[in-house]
Each structure stands twice: as C-alpha cells, then as structure tokens.
C-alpha cells in the first residue's frame, strides 16, 4: 500500500482528504505543521509527501526544502491555495514534483499520486536497453538509476531524474513541453507546462549547467528542450 | 478650460495674444491722434494769430505814420510812393502793399497782379471802417492779406470820415508755415513710436497674462491625462493667481476624492479576494471527500442518496465558482501574468477539445498541423476556448462548430480568428451587448444554470490579455457566434543552438 504523509494545517481538509485516500486504499499520517510533518518523515517512511503551501510556522517552502535536503528521491505533491501563478512557480522551484490548487477533488490527487509514484519506482516509458551513457563529464545509469557529473554522484528528485532519462534517450530529438509532461508526469492537463521549465531548471543547476549556455539540455525556442549529447 | 484651450489652438487670430495687441495698438493711436490733433489746433492758432496781430499793428502804425504826409486827392504817382512808403518800412522787405484811392490802384512792386486779394476782402474793406485780414492759400504757399480803409482824424467830429483811401497788405506765411508743418511732423513722428511701444507693451502684458494661462492649460491636459498630482506655482495675488490657486485647490480635492475611490475599489477588490480565499479551505475538505459521499450514495435509502448526490454536485459548482473568482479577482489585481510561448494553434484547440471529452460532439475545422503558429499563453488559450465552447454547448445546440483560420490582416499584421457556432436560437438582441458581463443573467428563469456566470468575463480578460479582442453575434442562418481574433507574435528565428534559458517565464502582456 502506498505510504502518503499529508502536511495540513486546515483539520477539515485534512481529515477530508485523509479519508478520501484511506478509501482509496493509501495508508496515511496527517502532520499538522511542518515541524510535526518532519519528524514524521524518519517514523512514517511516506512514499509520497503532500505538502500544503501555506502553513503556519515553518512554511510549505521550507518544509519541502528540508525534505529535498533530507530525501532527494521522496515525491512531493503541493497542494497551494493560491494558485497564483507565482505560488506555483515558487513551489515547482523549491524542489516539488507536483502541485494541485485546492480545492481538489479526491480522484485527481490520487491520479497524481499514482502518477509520481510510478515515476519514482521505474525505468523510464521506453524502457531502452540497460547501460551507462556518458555525455562529457555526465553519466546516467540507466539500469541503477543514477547519475553521476564529474564522477560525483548526482541526487535528482524522480521528475529530474525521468526528464532527464527522458531527454536523453534520444539525444537530438525535440520534445514539446506537452510531451514532456505526458512521458515525465504521465497527466496531459493541457498548459501546465511551466511543471516542465521549473523540472527543467531545476535539472540544469543540479547539473552544474551555466544558465545561458546549457551544455546538454537545450530550449528550443517555441517548442521545448532537446539534448544534446556532446 | 477646455472650451478656451480648444479655441485658442483653432482660433490663433483670435488669440488673446492678437486681441490685446490690436487693443493696446488702437489706444494707443487714438490717444495719439487726439492728443496731436489738439496740441496741433492750439499750436497753430497761437503761431498764427500771433503773427497777424503783429503784422496789423505794424501796418496801422506804419499808415498812421505816413499818411498824414500823402496830399489828397492823390495821383498814381503819390500813390505808388505812398504804397512803397509803407513796404519799405519793413525791414525784411518781404511785405508788399496796394494802395487803392478812388479807382486808382498802385502797388509798392511796379506790376504786382496782387492776386492774393479776393472780391470778398475788398468788399469787406469797402462796407467796413475796420481792419479786415484773410488767410490765403496760393499754391504751395499761404499769405496773409490786411485790409482797411484810412480815416481822417478829427478831434471835432466822433465819427472818422473815410479818406476813401484803401491799403493793402500781403505777408507771406512761410515762417508760420514752416512752425505749423514741423508740428504736423513732430505729431507723425511721435504717433510712430507711441504704437510701436504700445505694440510692445501689449506684447509684454500678453506675456503676463497668457503664461499663467498656458501654464495653467498644460496643468489641465495633465490632470485630464490622470496625472492627479499636477499643481500650479503661484506667485502674485492678481485674478490669475486666484485661478491658479482655485485650480489647485480643485487638482487636491479631485486627488482625495480618487485616492479615496481607489482605496474603496482595492478594497472591494481584495474583499472578493479574500472571500474567494476564504471558501477555498472548506471547499478543499468538501471536495475531497464528494468522491466518497457519491460512492456510497448508491448504498443510502433514496431520499438519502438524492441528498448526498445534491451535496456532492453542488460542491463541484461552488468550487468551480470560487475558482472563477479568484481568477477575476487576479485580473481585478493586475496580477495575471502571460506566459506567451510559440505553439500550434490547431494543436492546441484539439487538446482542449480532447482534455474535456469533446472531440465526438464537437466539428472542428482546423488548419494542418504547423500551418498556423502563435505565440500565446497555451493555458489562457485553453481556457478561452474550453469557455467558449462549453458555452454554446449549454445555451446553445448542437451541432457546435469550432473553427480556426488566419484572418485577413486588418491593418495590426496577422490574425488567428477563433469562431465558435452553435445551432441554438441565438442570443436575444438585447442580451447581445451584455454577454461578456460578469454574472449577467439573461434570462431570470434560466438564472441557475451549469456555468457561474463568470465564465465569457474571463474569457474576455484572457483574449483582452493578448491584445485580441471576443465578440458575439447571431448567425443569419440561426445561431450564436463568438469571434476571438489574436494577434500572430511570432518569435524571432530560432538560431541553430538557442541558448536562451526559461523562454515563458515572467512575461507580462
């Protein structure tokens, strides 16, 4: 059964949505703050985190933050209230896989879920054939699932490492941002693509890229990222 | 203001410049004139009647002097002496005398026609014992004419019997006429000057009067272009500085009452924010459990269930509501952002039909694949359509059409134009011009309908975003229309290794 840590402030919602889950068959803790959420993080063992942006304390901000800091591989959903655009952004950048606005109805936060879970267990869509390519001083494992820059180890969050994954399988080949979103986050809602260029700057500074000179991962102008394999 | 501002950008001969120009420039002259014309009459007389008083005292002396010595009955011969006699006795020489005794004539210059001397003068002479004088103009030069009759002098008698000897005088003017012409010239020659200074007077006092008024017109356009904090300096206590100081005192009292306005409005607008806000947490906890509450809906006994599913729908309502809220509230707060990025459109509109289960209900015409590019927000742009659609799919009836082709440029470059057609009864004449109005219920019986009525207010927001403009019109053939035209950005040729980093990030329209 899949492990869900949820991060509320708000008891209603955080009952509510804990219900919903546990009837759609997810074992849940309910954390109150982000202290609480922390600590639950080492006791819980979630397989999924769902964050709540705005919390009293220690924000959503720097509760995912810290759990990057900890787990680079745990998926973590936010849920914002907001929803501006800006709160969005702010939180794909601090490191989350994911975000729902609230309110959100329960079948799309398990389709999220089951969607960040199936990125963290596996290999990517293609399923190519198991090896080590190396690109100048990048290596993916595609077997063991890592990556290592300059022979240190690289830790990705598991959209990094699937668009990564993604991306370079077919060095040269252009990717929409739409398609990037199917493959990676395997949802199609039409025009979240700023999921795919936080990921992809996100990736980029793990990655040790110079911002306006990116070795590998390149914008294409009007279309979205390409790899390149130099 | 304006009236005045208008009328002296349109009128500029009728300027208030020209006006006190002419003004200032006619008083002047008047004056002038007046004041030259008087001086002149005065000077002229007294030049005058001094100088004939002298000559008829002159001549009086000069006769009464002399004629005791003429023995009457004279001839021609003690006449002419007599007459030199008495031109002689004028040093200057410049007299010339007619002597006239009893049809004998004689003149101090043998031969003298005497021509200054009229019928009238000598009749004047004639009727009368007195000392008569004419002015005389001759062609270029004025003479003055003295006549008088001799009379004996008697001590035994109170009346002076005449001799029946007539003298006359002719003086030339020119000395006079010389002072009566230099006070014409002096008069012309002051006159100039005195309107030139007038002219410049005017100039200066125009420049007085019309600079606070400028100042005070530029002041105006400023305020009427919102620029609220506009005042004007002022200095003196004249009518115009009274003016500009009520004007200023207007600028602040129109800068309270809007800042006042504005505080209202940003407050009404942060209350339907913070509304909005505030039912998102119990939506957040009612949303997620209306999965639930439907699921189990099937196992509750009828009444029951068509509670639990009433519940259920209507939190999706309310949700969809709030989240129309907040979304106007966004663009209330200017705080939606574009995130233009170039993509397909006919793509695009696909997505949208696909993303809400419409591809089998509604006709799509659309351009090929990569015919048609754009840069736009790929969201906005889904929302303008899925509300557009969604729309005619509710009010309207099927079959809806969705069309997207490239407008004929209407002057602003290339166009994407939209169109979504249903096959309903149209939309009622006088809704028409309300459609995009938020909450506008056409129809009080059909006031609950599936939509929030926030809907086509947003979809204008957004197409308004990208610098399009949305319409709706009826169909000749039955039916509605909306129209959205989009400006056709196209990025700037993509370079074989584009380097450019986060291309849809932070862009604002």
């Not at chain 1, 397989?47 to 942006?53: C, G, I, T």
């Amino acid at each position: 059964m899949p492990r869900v840590l949820l991060i509320e402030d708000d008891r209603a919602v955080r009952d509510g949505v804990a219900l919903a889950l546990r009837r759609q068959g997810h074992e849940v803790a309910a954390a109150e703050t982000g202290e609480d959420g922390l600590n639950r993080l080492l006791s819980f063992r979630p397989d999924v985190v769902v964050l709540d942006l705005m919390l009293p304390g220690m924000t959503g901000l720097d509760v995912c933050r810290r759990m990057r800091a900890l787990d680079q591989t745990l998926p973590i959903i936010m849920a914002t209230a907001r929803g501006d655009d800006e709160d969005i952004v702010v939180g794909l950048e601090a490191g989350a896989d994911d975000y729902v606005v609230k309110p959100v109805p329960a079948r799309v936060l398990q389709a999220r879920i089951r969607a960040v879970l199936r990125r963290a267990a596996g290999a990517p869509a293609d399923g190519g054939i198991p090896k080590i390519d190396t690109y100048g001083d990048l290596a993916v494992d595609r077997a063991g699932l890592s990556v290592t820059w300059q022979g240190e180890p690289v830790a990705l969050a598991p959209s990094e490492l699937r668009l990564l994954l993604t991306l370079s399988a077919s060095p040269g080949q252009v990717f929409s941002r739409q398609q990037l979103l199917e493959a990676v986050w395997q949802h199609s809602y039409h025009g979240d693509a700023r999921l795919v260029d936080a990921c992809v700057k996100r990736l980029r500074a793990k990655l040790g890229e110079p911002p306006r000179e990116p070795r590998h991962i390149h914008t294409v102008r009007g279309f979205g990222y390409r790899f390149a394999s130099r | 203001m304006r009236h005045l501002g208008t009328r002296v950008r349109t009128h500029r001969l009728r300027g208030l410049r020209v006006r006190l120009v002419v003004a200032f420039a006619l008083v002047a002259a008047v004056t002038a004139t007046t004041t030259g014309a008087l001086t002149f009459r005065e000077a002229r007389t007294g030049v005058l009647q001094q100088s004939q008083d002298t000559v008829i005292v002159q001549l009086r002396t000069q006769v009464t002097r002399l004629a005791p010595a003429l023995v009457l009955p004279a001839g021609r011969d003690e006449l002419r002496r007599f007459a030199s006699e008495v031109a002689g006795a004028e040093p200057s020489g410049a007299w010339r005398v007619l002597v006239v005794y009893r049809g004998l004539e004689a003149t101090s210059v043998p031969d003298d026609p005497f021509e200054e001397l009229t019928p009238a003068l000598r009749e004047a002479v004639d009727s009368r014992s007195a000392t008569v004088f004419q002015r005389v103009n001759r062609a270029d030069h004025t003479a003055l004419v003295v006549g008088m009759s001799v009379a004996f002098t008697s001590s035994l008698s109170s009346s002076w019997p005449l001799t029946g000897l007539q003298v006359f005088l002719t003086v030339p003017q020119t000395t006079e006429q010389a002072y009566v012409d230099a006070l014409v010239t002096a008069v012309e020659r002051a006159a100039v000057p005195a309107l030139a200074l007038a002219v410049l007077l005017a100039l200066l006092a125009a420049r007085g009067v019309l600079r606070p008024v400028r100042a005070l017109r530029h002041a105006t356009r400023s305020i009427a272009e919102g620029r609220l904090d506009t005042r004007l300096a002022v200095d003196g206590s004249d009518e115009l500085a009274e003016l500009s100081h009520t004007f200023n005192e207007t600028a602040a009292a129109l800068e309270e009452s809007v800042a006042e306005l504005r505080g209202m409005e940003a407050r009404a607008r942060r209350f339907a924010a913070d509304v909005s806000h505030e039912l998102r947490t119990p939506l957040a906890a009612m949303s997620a459990v209306t999965d639930v509450l439907d699921e189990d809906a099937a196992g509750l006994d009828p009444d029951t269930a068509t509670a639990v599913r009433l519940i259920s729908e209507e939190t999706v309502k309310l949700a969809r509501l709030v989240d129309d809220l907040m979304e106007i509230s966004r663009f209330d707060a200017g705080a939606a952002v574009l995130h233009l990025d170039e993509i397909d459109l006919a793509e695009s509109l696909r997505r949208t039909l696909a993303a809400r289960g419409w591809t089998d209900t509604v006709e799509a015409r659309l351009p090929e694949p990569d015919a048609l590019r754009g840069r736009v927000d790929p969201r906005r742009l889904d929302v303008v359509v899925a509300n557009l659609v969604g729309n005619a799919l509710r009010h309207g009836a099927r079959p809806v059409r969705l069309d997207l082709h490239e407008g004929e440029g209407s002057g602003a470059g290339r166009r994407a134009v939209i169109e979504v057609l249903d096959s309903g009864p149209g939309i009622p004449d006088d809704v028409l011009p309300h459609v995009f109005e938020r909450f506008y219920k056409s129809d009080a019986a059909r006031s609950r309908t599936e939509g929030s009525g926030l809907g086509l207010a947003i979809t204008e927001e957004n197409v308004r975003m990208h610098g399009g403009t949305v319409r709706a019109a009826n169909r000749p053939e039955g039916g509605a229309v909306f129209t959205v035209e989009l400006p056709l950005r196209r990025d700037e040729p993509t370079r074989d290794e584009p380097t450019r980093d986060e291309p849809t990030r932070e862009e604002r329209a």
